[in-house]
């Protein structure tokens, strides 16, 4: 049977984990990281750059410069395809068993990570914008692996470049009828990237942008903001449906300014920037370790103290956030897994 005894398990090879490996691994402090899928790197490992003649700092490339910093490390055993099927604890230690394909094993740990991440909502949950049924209704996440894939945005209908394209904001956040109030703080920023790089490249493309609301990124963003509106239509106000127009385009129907009367307007691809829901298994950290979930479903450590018991959590796993936020909040968890170590050595 094959045995890990690393100082430190982490849960989830995305943004968090990785950072938080890379940290750990740099205090000398040896890790075991265990990732379920076959792949490194989270929902990041999708999405596009989104660099017009200069970088948009969108922070995806930062996945890169960490991969190849976890290949030097020699501290670190990465499992891949990789699940932990039962957790403990004893006297401080965390004992685990995990399965992976052709056997599985046990191990042991002094702290360990849960950086398991997020789901992207699911457009289909929206069903009044036909995700799904009208091809040339996509998301956000589609619209990131294309532009990575193939360097534009395509109709998937007949992969001809969208004269016009309409960004939805808010799908499946800032939604009460759906019970997810929050804000899930990254779709602004990469739908409004995204858009800008579309117009770069492309600058006869007509896009319009429904919002709510717009959260701001970084402190650049009322320079960004101001260079957009010269080229993107924004219309605050969120759509109500849409239908099946001609030749494949898609009808969305919104309030017009005035708030009384309700518009058709026809676009030939609509992209749904869908948001961050909490990701799945978390029951599981419920169950074992008595982890809470806050009212939004995500981990959080709320008043228990998990820290002192050698749990800690970094990344989307606790909420929204973007991939800067997530790796600085996983260098600081690092530390203080460090911290919590080092006093249990004395
Ligand atoms: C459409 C879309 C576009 C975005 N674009 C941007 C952008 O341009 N810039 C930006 O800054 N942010 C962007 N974000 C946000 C970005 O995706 C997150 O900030 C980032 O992925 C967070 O990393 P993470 O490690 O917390 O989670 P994740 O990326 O979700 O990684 C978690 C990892 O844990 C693994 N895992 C899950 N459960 C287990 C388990 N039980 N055991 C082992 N492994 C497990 C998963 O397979 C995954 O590899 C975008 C989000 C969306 C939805
Ligand atoms: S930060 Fe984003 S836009 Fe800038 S180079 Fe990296 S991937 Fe491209
Ligand atoms: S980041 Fe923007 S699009 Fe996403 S939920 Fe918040 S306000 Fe809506």
Same mark, same amino acid.
């Given at each position: ?189 990469? *739908?409004?990237?995204? #858009?800008? @790089?579309?117009?770069?490249? %492309? +600058?006869? !493309?007509?896009?319009? /942008? $429904?919002?709510?609301? =717009? ?50 307007? *026809?676009?030939?691809? #609509?992209? @749904?920037?869908?948001?961050? %829901? +909490?990701? !799945?298994?978390?029951? /599981? $950290?419920?169950?074992? =370790? ?57």
């Amino acid at each position: 049977m094959n045995r890990n005894n690393s100082k430190v398990l982490i849960l989830g090879g995305g943004m968090a984990g990785i950072t938080a490996a890379l940290a750990l691994s740099r205090l000398n402090i040896a890790v075991t990281l265990i990732e379920k899928s076959a792949s490194l790197g989270g929902m990041v490992r999708h999405f596009c750059c989104k660099a017009t003649d200069v970088c948009q700092q969108c922070g995806v490339c930062l996945l890169n410069d960490s991969l190849q910093a976890l290949g030097k490390a020699d501290n670190i055993e990465v499992h891949l395809q990789t699940e932990v099927t039962d957790l403990t604890m004893d006297d401080k230690k965390f004992l685990y068993t995990f399965s992976r394909p052709g056997g599985g094993g046990e191990g042991r740990a002094e702290a360990l990570l849960l950086a398991t991440g997020f789901t992207p909502f699911r457009a289909e949950d929206k069903p009044q914008y036909r995700y799904g049924l009208f091809p040339n209704v996509i998301t956000g996440l589609d619209l990131e692996k294309q532009l990575r894939e193939t360097g534009a945005a395509l109709r998937p209908s007949d992969h001809a470049p969208p004269a016009s394209m309409a960004f939805i904001q808010c799908v499946g956040s800032r939604d009460l009828h759906l019970n997810h109030p929050y804000c899930s703080q990254v779709c602004c920023a990469y *739908a409004l990237r995204m #858009a800008n @790089l579309i117009q770069h490249k %492309r +600058p006869q !493309t007509e896009i319009t /942008f $429904f919002y709510m609301d =717009l959260q701001t990124f970084g402190k650049d963003f009322p320079l960004f903001l101001e260079q957009a509106e010269k080229r993107i239509r924004f219309i605050r106000t969120i759509p109500g449906e849409i239908q099946k127009g001609e030749n494949d385009q898609v009808l969305v129907t919104f309030q017009d300014d005035s708030g009384t009367s309700s518009r058709k307007e *026809a676009f030939d691809l #609509a992209v @749904l920037s869908i948001g961050i %829901r +909490p990701g !799945t298994g978390l029951e /599981f $950290f419920m169950e074992k =370790l008595g982890v809470p979930l806050n009212e939004d479903g995500f981990l959080d450590p709320g008043k228990e103290n998990l820290s002192s018991k050698g749990i800690f959590l970094a990344g989307t796993v606790r909420g929204p956030k973007d991939i800067a936020r997530s790796i600085t909040e996983a260098c600081r968890t690092a530390e203080e897994m460090a911290a919590y170590l080092k006093a249990g050595s004395l």
